[in-house]
């Protein structure tokens, strides 16, 4: 009989009772009492004088009062009386005072305290439990401690108790906090055999506990809740570190603090529709290393339900971190059940977490989420391996099962150094919903398929709004490879991202959307075969403003290809330092480009109109470290400065959040600049600055006759001529100081003709 079905029979029996009037009266309640144990003997024997542990519990159980029994300091009383456990069969307290002692059983497969009784309460206090043999190996239902009564352990040390297939410390069914029904303060289990801490749908709190090697699962409930593990250490069981089951509703709450779940054989916490799951300043690591059907780190399933309020897990200033797993998971696995149309959406919220260095044999490296909302929060995926898809994490809620209404974010989180047997070295994202990126870090991942960084598939939207997607390697989209409804990046930098083999496409994305947009960005230094640094596969409409590609490489389409059906407009941008190949092309036909103006490019192949710059000059562009978020930043005097005119300068910051414009204009590209101003800029200014003085109209006419002959000069790159007007408009001023000019306003337009004449 299983020890769920069992509990329900008792609770049945113990409801009819009462229903039935045939509870007998209880006797008026005496005063609570001590009971000394004066013989470590395993005795019954009313005429010696003496008081056995036996008889005390004896005792207890019959005088109708709360009791005490107290044994001798530090001393071993062996169970020899092989009849049965000592047994507390009375509704009352019993609090048993070891004063350090052992109990040790010498008995073959027989239990040591039993208390009987639901309306009861049992208290172990400062004591040992030393299990007694069992070479049958028959499974026993609490071996150590059994009770049908509320049960607390403080400071109690169990060990070498044998009940294979069986429970070591067992309580049995009620829900509540307070008290819980079963509470371990500062105790130590270990060296057992069996489910070591178990009890059908009840309370479990633990305290300052240890539950470690034993062979068994560390703590094994069912539907135990509300279960609470504060400044506790559960490691090195064969099995789970913690194991409980649910209904799907919030108040199945499993709830650890200031607690270590580690090197735990099977997994480290398993929770079968439990409502919630409460991590804080916990470790979960190195799980499921040795079973053959490991499950990792944390397994958990969620329902999402209508009429109940939705199950969720919160993990947060945590670690997860080198677990295995047989199946998806390696550090968390979330899956669905009792999943119902118009349920409750469950969630799952990871905040300062690493999860780090954990195996799976299937889906998500470091965690795999099959159903609910997913979101991190400063915390990383790094080192994690996949067998299938999603090296660092595997976000898969689409399916017959699954309501399709979830949404995935990483907020300022790292994914790096993942790799992945199929897809999503990184991330692989299958969701109806949406998936959204603020200021990630991911880097250095691997994929064996698409998407080395990132790969997402049919999406409603995909968002990435900053951070930085650089070294990441794939087949196709080697940065990112995305298939969304609608693709948005901002403030993004897509760098040095590399396809292998090299036949493949998109270095820095491969894009499938009905709309994309790129804005404020930077796709540096990419590789590929077609589409070095962006290739869009669909009838895309593309907008890319205010974008900076460089240093991109492939045989088509150096840093965009598009097939003939995908429109790429172009504007503010700057397009320059192509590796190798042109800077667009087309794939399987013309490439179909839109320009917007005012953009700078290496060549014509992307479409221009007459405010586009086509030029092969530097456009001295500084260096960019790997995924460096603000853009390669161009020298004062690189062409890209004041491409774009103040009236069309419509976007309000660049890349790194500076105001838009610096200068008199904007710039082209992700990062505006304060460049230097032309020197007919320079001149002009001059010319005004000369008419404001409102000197004599022969003196101003012939000042501002040098400065337009050298403008005149310089737009036919006739320096040496401008040099002479100038040297003449220098040596006219002074002549004319500080008589007809100004001493101050002379001295003014010396030094700026000086410097113009000095830039020639």
């Known amino acids: 009989m299983s020890r769920i079905i069992s509990s329900c029979l008792r609770a049945a029996v113990l409801t009819g009772l009462l229903g039935s009037g045939l509870v007998a009266v209880a006797a008026p309640v005496a005063s609570a009492a001590t009971i000394t144990v004066t013989t470590t003997a395993d005795v019954v024997n009313g005429g010696d004088g003496l008081t056995s542990l036996r008889e005390a519990f004896t005792t207890a159980g019959a005088n109708g009062a709360d009791d005490t029994i107290s044994l001798g300091a530090g001393l071993t009383y062996p169970l020899t009386n092989c009849a049965g456990p000592l047994t507390h069969a009375d509704g009352h307290e019993l609090i048993v005072q070891g004063n350090n002692s052992t109990i040790d059983q010498s008995c073959n497969a ?33 071996a150590a401690v059994r009770s049908d009564s509320e049960l607390l352990l ?172 047989t199946v998806s998971g390696g550090g968390l696995s979330v899956t669905p059940v009792l999943v119902e149309d118009g349920g409750n959406t469950a969630s799952t919220y990871v905040d300062r977490t690493p999860i780090d260095n954990n195996i799976s044999a299937g889906d998500g490296g470091g965690a795999v989420i099959g159903v609910g909302d997913f979101s991190a929060y400063k915390g990383s995926f790094i080192g994690n391996t996949a067998a299938q898809r999603g090296g660092g994490l595997a976000f898969l809620t689409v399916g017959p099962d699954v309501v399709p209404t979830s949404s995935m974010s990483l907020d300022s989180t790292e994914i790096s150094n993942n790799t992945a047997g199929t897809d999503g070295g990184g991330v692989y994202a299958f969701s109806a919903g949406s998936v959204s990126g603020f200021q990630p870090i991911i880097s250095a991942n691997t994929a064996t398929g698409n998407g080395g960084g990132v790969k997402v598939g049919f999406a409603y939207q995909a968002t990435f709004d900053g951070g930085k997607y650089y070294g990441n390697h794939a087949a196709n989209g080697a940065g990112l490879d995305l298939a969304a409804e609608s693709v948005k990046f901002d403030k993004a930098t897509i760098n040095d991202n590399s396809v292998v083999p090299a036949a493949g496409t998109g270095g820095g994305a491969r894009i499938s959307a009905i709309a994309a947009s790129m804005l404020n960005s930077t796709v540096n230094g990419n590789t590929a075969t077609t589409g070095g640094g962006l290739n869009f596969t669909t009838a895309t409409h593309v907008d890319l403003t205010h974008v900076t590609m460089a240093d991109d490489q492939a045989t088509t389409g150096a840093h965009i290809a598009a097939v003939p059906a995908a429109t790429v407009a172009i504007s ?186 000095h830039a020639l």
């Open 110 to 142: 027989v239990g040591i305290i039993d208390s009987t009784n639901h309306a009861g309460r049992l208290e172990l206090q400062d004591l040992i439990i030393d299990g007694g043999p069992n070479p049958g190996a028959v499974a026993l239902e609490g």
């Open 154 to 325: 403080s400071n109690v040390e169990i060990r070498n108790v044998l009940s294979p297939g069986g429970t070591v410390v067992w309580s049995s069914f009620d829900h509540g906090i307070t008290p819980y029904r079963l509470t371990l303060n500062n105790s130590n289990l270990h060296d057992n055999t069996g489910s070591i801490v178990s009890c059908d749908n009840c309370s479990a709190h633990l305290d300052g506990t240890t539950i470690s090697n034993n062979v068994g699962s560390g703590i094994s409930l069912v539907d135990g809740y509300p279960l609470l593990v504060d400044n506790s250490t559960i490691s090195n069981n064969t099995r789970a570190g913690i194991s409980n089951t649910g209904q799907g509703f919030p108040a199945n709450k499993t709830e650890l603090n200031f607690s270590q779940v580690e090197n735990n054989g099977r997994v480290g916490i398993r929770c079968v529709n439990c409502g919630r799951l409460n991590l804080y300043s916990a470790s979960v690591a190195n799980n499921g290393l040795t079973a053959v059907d490991a499950l990792g780190g944390i397994s958990m399933s969620m329902s999402q339900r209508s009429g109940t309020p939705a199950s969720g897990i919160n993990i947060m200033l945590s670690g997860i971190t080198g677990n295995k797993s």
């Open 572 to 757: 503010r941008s700057a397009l320059v330092l192509p590796i190798t190949g042109t800077a667009c092309a087309g794939v399987g036909g013309a490439f179909h480009g839109v320009s917007g103006g005012f953009s700078v490019l290496r060549d014509a192949t992307c479409s221009t109109i007459a405010s586009d710059l086509v030029t092969a000059a530097d456009p001295q562009l500084g260096a960019l470290s790997n995924g460096y978020p603000e853009g390669r930043l161009p020298a004062a005097t690189s062409p890209l400065g004041g491409r774009v005119p103040v009236a069309s300068c419509t976007t309000v910051d660049d890349q790194r959040l500076q105001a838009r414009p610096l200068g008199a204009n904007c710039d082209a590209g992700s990062v505006e600049f304060a460049e230097t101003p032309s020197l007919d800029k320079l001149l002009t200014d001059l010319i005004a600055e000369v008419k404001g003085l409102h000197l004599q109209k022969a003196l101003e006419t012939s000042l501002v006759l040098k400065l337009e002959k050298t403008r005149t000069a310089l737009k036919a790159n006739n320096k040496l001529v401008a040099r002479v007007l100038l040297v003449a408009f220098v040596v006219e001023v002074k002549a004319n100081s500080p008589a007809k000019i100004p001493a101050a306003a002379a001295s003014q337009l010396v030094t700026k003709a000086t410097a113009i004449r």
